[in-house]
């Protein structure tokens, strides 16, 4: 099938290329020129676990990128919309980028002749497909939805970091369309995939994410709050987490207590969940307790640090990890910002170390010290705070011996060395 993707971020890069490698004729489409010029080069725009070799493979033959909507949509059967949908001021969802992408596809319909499937699959609160793109859709193509074009909505599950492989083999694939013409059409993209289509109606879609993210929002939130008392009674919560993952109920995922939950998705999602469910006045507690724990966790880990070591003027504080999670240069909610954030606060110096992350951190944080070495970020500092799960920070040793003050906060369990004034977050 032909498929155009717009927009080139996370979901639409790992998007295009694996259509491309199922045999998919694809055109990426985005507003940044260079993600387009850099994906025509085979050059994946973010870094993700196999991305490289399938763009190396795909590009200038049946994977094309360009900025222009005109011939991407003319040239293609099936649009899929992977924008942006990020948080309002008050949480809620901003559909801004999704109605801009939503009306540049409208004004290429008006004049395109046959049958068009305009997919959403960014992340998007239940309704929207059907009570904001559809008729933006309609209203910027003059055609009528189910008739001239179909619409579906077809959520993304991946995770960052091992995008591509998910994207491959997935659990679920949800297809929610408005009749049976577009779910058919979207379904069969993925009968390659041995996995079973759930076809259901766009809402349904929608919710279906919502609840999947704010799920395992909520386990994670769990777990930090049962670490948090477990610390308090010196039980050691990975050891009853371990066991309360064993009941077939539960599953051991996401139930390692840290410094919280990251990430472009889960922080975001489960406030646009809060705003949906205020707008149709329901109050949801439980999910603004989950935000609530979420955003307490983090700053635990710098006073844990003012009772090891008082005042923190002056002091040079190493940052180990700054990617919202390990295997990936996404920084976006990344619970070392607000660690950072708070640090400066206090009038510490902070030397940061990620293996990937270090650039993108930069147009947050411009004027702390960063190294390419954790050795490096860690000689001559008062202490240390380990922010992101990298598997290279369980093998650091010696690299302690550096120091000033041998003081370590983990707030991911990931530090092995022994002889060191060891804390964990919630251990
Ligand atoms: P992203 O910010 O990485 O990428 C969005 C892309 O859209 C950017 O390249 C941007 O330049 C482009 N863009 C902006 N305006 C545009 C326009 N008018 N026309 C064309 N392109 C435009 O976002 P992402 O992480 O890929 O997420 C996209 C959506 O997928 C969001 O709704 C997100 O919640 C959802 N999602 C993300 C993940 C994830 O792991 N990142 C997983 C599942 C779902």
């Known amino acids: 099938m032909k498929i155009s993707v717009i ?12 259509f491309a490698e199922t045999g998919h004729e694809v055109v990426c489409v985005d507003i940044d020129k260079k993600k387009m010029d850099q994906i ?3 050059i994946p725009p973010i870094y993700e676990e196999g991305l490289g070799e399938l763009l190396r493979k795909h590009a200038g033959k049946n994977l094309t990128a360009t900025t222009d909507y005109e011939s991407a949509i003319r040239k293609t059967d099936i649009s899929f919309i992977c ?10 969802i901003d559909l801004s980028i999704v109605r801009a992408a939503t009306a540049s596809i ?45 619409v579906a909505m077809n959520p993304e599950f991946l995770r ?17 369309a408005i009749d049976q013409k577009a779910g058919a059409l979207v379904s069969e993209l993925y009968k390659s995939f041995k996995c079973k289509v759930t076809l259901t109606n766009p809402s349904t879609a929608e919710m279906i994410k919502y609840a999947n993210n704010s799920l395992l929002a909520t386990k994670i939130s769990f777990a930090n709050e049962i670490g948090n008392i477990c610390k308090k009674l010196k039980i050691d919560t990975y050891e009853v987490m371990e066991a309360v993952g064993k009941d077939s109920r539960i599953s051991p995922k996401f139930l390692n207590s840290g410094a919280g939950f990251g990430g472009s998705c889960f922080p975001k999602d489960v406030k646009a969940l809060i705003g949906k469910a205020k707008e149709i006045g329901y109050s949801p507690v439980l999910l603004e307790s989950v935000i609530d724990v979420n955003e307490k966790q983090p700053i635990l880990m710098t006073e844990i640090l ?20 390990n295997e990936t240069d996404d920084i976006r909610e990344s619970r070392a910002i607000p660690v950072i954030a708070e640090l400066l606060r206090l009038g510490a110096k902070v030397s940061a170390y990620d293996p990937m992350a270090i650039e993108n951190m930069k147009r947050i944080f411009p004027t702390i010290e960063y190294f390419e070495k954790a050795k490096d970020a860690l000689e001559g500092a008062d202490a240390c705070l380990v922010m992101t799960e990298w598997d290279e920070f369980r093998q650091l040793n010696s690299e302690f011996e550096a120091m000033k003050e041998k003081i370590i906060i983990d707030g991911r369990r990931v530090i092995k060395t022994k002889n060191v004034d060891y804390e964990g977050l919630c251990w």
């Open 306 to 325: 003012k009772k090891k070591i008082g005042n923190l003027e002056g002091k040079r504080i190493a940052v180990l990890g700054l990617a919202f999670k």
């Open 7 to 18: 927009g080139s971020g996370y979901v639409g890069s790992v998007t295009a290329a694996c």
């Open 83 to 92: 924008v942006g949908t990020p948080s309002a001021e008050d949480g809620s």
């Open 106 to 150: 409208g004004a290429v319909l008006a004049k395109k002749k046959g049958y068009h499937v305009v997919v959403v699959k960014s992340t998007v609160v239940p309704e929207t497909t059907e009570k904001f793109v559809l008729p933006v859709l309609e209203e910027t193509s003059g055609k009528v939805a189910g008739k001239d074009f179909g």
């Open 160 to 176: 960052e970091g091992k995008a591509v492989y998910d994207f491959m083999n997935p659990d679920k694939i949800v297809v929610g």
């Open 40 to 42: 025509n080069e085979g």
